[in-house]
C-alpha cells in the first residue's frame, strides 16, 4: 500500500507540474535585468521580452534594478516567488565573478538560483579612443609601459569583462593602466567616446557603429576565430595572449525551487525565440553574437566551469573589491 500511495503521489506531482506548465504563465512575467537601461544586456532582454509577450499572451516586463555590482537585482530573483513569473536575465559578472569578490552576499548564485539556458556566448573587443596613438594591443602595451597609469580604462566595476582583461594584461606584461570603474558598460563606453578614460572592452554589437565611425578603435577581440562582421580586427590569441580570454555570455535564471517543467517551458519557448532566422539575423548574429540556446542541465553543468574559470583570472590578476 506504501509503494502504490508513493506511487500515486508521485503521478499526480508530474500531472500537477506539467499542468503548471502548460497554463504558464498565468500573469506578468518580469524580466529582472540588473543593469542600468541601454547597456548590452538591456538590449538584449528587450527584444526577447518582446517576442515572449506575443508568444505568451502576457505582458513581459524588463525591471532594470542595477546597483551593487548586479547583486540588488540578483538577489530580488533568488528570493522570489518560484513560480516562473519572475526572472533573471544577466551576465556572468553576476554569477561566475561575484562570488570571488564578495564574502558576504544576500544570496548564493549557485544553490539560490535555477539555470535556465544560456542565451549568448557574447564576443568582446579592446577599443580605444583615436587619441591613443596604439594601433596594436603590443603596442598599447608598449605604450602603458613607457607611461605607467597615464592611460586609463573604464569598466563596470571590480570583477568585469574590462577589469578581468586589463588586470590579466598588467599581470602578464608589467602594463600599468588605471582603472576606473562605472556603474555599467554604456556610461564606461560613453566615457571612452567622449575620452574620459581612453579605453574599454566592449560587447561587438555596443561598439560596432563606433568603431565604424573611427569613434573609436578596436584593438583586439576575445574569440577563438575572427569575426566575419569584423574580419580586419585580431583576436586576442592572434595579438599575442593567448592566455586571456574574459569570456562572456548572457543567460536567464529562475529563483531556486521553480517546477522543472516550468524551467523547461521557458527554456523551450526562450530558444524558438533566439532561433527565429528573423530575429537571430538581426538580435544575434548580426550584432555579433553567437546564440547557444543550453538545456537547464547543460548550463547549470557550464556555470560550475566559468565559475572556476573566473575564480582562477580574479586570482591570478589580484582583483578585489574596491
Do not use: C
Amino acid at each position: 500500500m506504501n509503494l502504490l500511495r508513493f506511487v500515486l503521489l508521485a503521478v499526480s506531482a508530474a500531472l500537477f507540474a506539467n499542468a503548471g506548465a502548460q497554463e504558464f504563465p498565468s500573469g506578468p512575467v518580469r524580466l529582472v535585468v540588473p543593469y542600468p537601461a541601454g547597456g548590452g544586456v538591456d538590449g538584449m532582454a528587450r527584444p526577447i521580452a518582446d517576442r515572449l509577450s506575443k508568444l505568451w499572451g502576457k505582458p513581459v516586463v524588463v525591471d532594470n534594478r542595477a546597483g551593487g555590482s548586479t547583486i540588488i537585482g540578483s538577489d530580488a530573483v533568488a528570493k522570489a516567488a518560484p513560480d516562473g513569473l519572475t526572472l533573471l536575465f544577466t551576465s556572468d559578472s553576476s554569477i561566475t565573478s561575484n562570488p570571488h569578490l564578495f564574502a558576504n552576499m544576500p544570496f548564493d548564485p549557485v544553490r539560490d538560483l535555477v539555470p535556465v539556458t544560456q542565451l549568448i556566448d557574447l564576443h568582446q573587443m579592446v577599443v580605444v579612443h583615436p587619441s591613443v596613438t596604439a594601433g596594436t594591443m603590443q603596442e598599447l602595451v608598449a605604450l602603458a609601459k613607457a607611461k605607467p597609469n597615464e592611460l586609463n580604462y573604464g569598466s563596470y566595476g571590480a570583477g568585469s569583462q574590462p577589469n578581468l582583461l586589463f588586470e590579466s594584461l598588467r599581470v602578464q606584461t608589467g602594463a600599468q593602466i588605471a582603472h576606473i570603474p562605472y556603474k555599467g558598460i554604456a556610461p564606461a563606453i560613453t566615457a571612452t567616446l567622449a575620452g574620459e578614460v581612453q579605453m574599454t572592452l566592449g560587447g561587438a554589437a555596443t561598439t560596432a557603429a563606433h568603431t565604424a565611425s573611427g569613434r573609436m578603435k578596436a584593438l583586439a577581440i576575445g574569440r577563438a576565430q575572427r569575426l566575419p562582421q569584423h574580419p580586419n580586427v585580431p583576436t586576442l590569441r592572434e595579438a599575442g595572449f593567448p592566455d586571456i580570454d574574459p569570456r562572456s555570455w548572457f543567460g536567464i535564471f529562475a529563483p531556486r525551487g521553480t517546477p522543472k517543467a516550468i524551467v523547461e517551458k521557458i527554456r523551450n519557448d526562450v530558444v524558438r525565440v533566439i532561433t527565429d532566422p528573423d530575429f537571430d539575423a538581426r538580435e544575434i548574429t548580426g550584432k555579433g553574437y553567437t546564440a547557444v540556446g543550453s538545456t537547464p542541465d547543460e548550463f547549470a553543468a557550464f556555470v560550475r566551469s566559468d565559475l572556476e574559470y573566473k575564480g582562477k583570472m580574479i586570482k591570478s590578476a589580484g582583483i578585489k573589491v574596491e
